[in-house]
């Protein structure tokens, strides 16, 4: 299973920003596939995930109506769309999957793969 993030890099406060996540050997319909962060000195955090049954999303409040999560099963590909944004948000972003569906924002240790990671820059 390979999960591949696209699209970081720097933006102004208020900008925009669009994750991609293409993913490779995961039954992806029948998976959650989930965006966490990760900040320099903190713990890694959801921000969304969408279920795969029937692409319900979940969003951290902290990013509630600013990020939106998307899924397409024919490409095999989430996206991350960002707007709005804050200099808290800057992180090393991870796309993740989950066997099954999770209705809710899960913790890392549930997760079953990993990205590598996409840095995002927030300048003030």
């Known amino acids: 299973v390979q999960l591949v993030e696209s699209g970081g890099g720097l933006a102004h406060t208020g900008g925009s920003l669009k994750l991609s996540c293409v993913t490779s050997?995961?039954?992806?319909?029948?998976?959650?596939i989930c965006w966490f962060r990760q900040a320099p000195g903190k713990e890694r955090e959801g921000v969304s995930c969408?279920?795969?049954?029937?692409?319900?999303?979940y969003y951290a409040d902290s990013v509630k109506g600013r990020f939106f999560i998307s899924a397409d099963y024919g490409q095999e590909t989430s996206w991350l769309q960002m707007n709005s944004l804050k200099p808290e948000d800057a992180a090393v972003y991870y796309c993740?999957?989950?066997?099954?569906?999770?209705?809710?924002?899960?913790?890392?240790?549930?997760?079953?793969?990993w990205g590598k990671g996409i840095l995002v820059t927030v300048s003030s």
């Open positions: 969408v279920s795969a049954r029937d692409l319900s999303a």
């Open positions: 050997g995961l039954a992806f319909r029948d998976a959650t």
């Open positions: 993740a999957a989950i066997a099954g569906s999770r209705r809710y924002l899960p913790q890392a240790s549930e997760v079953y793969f």
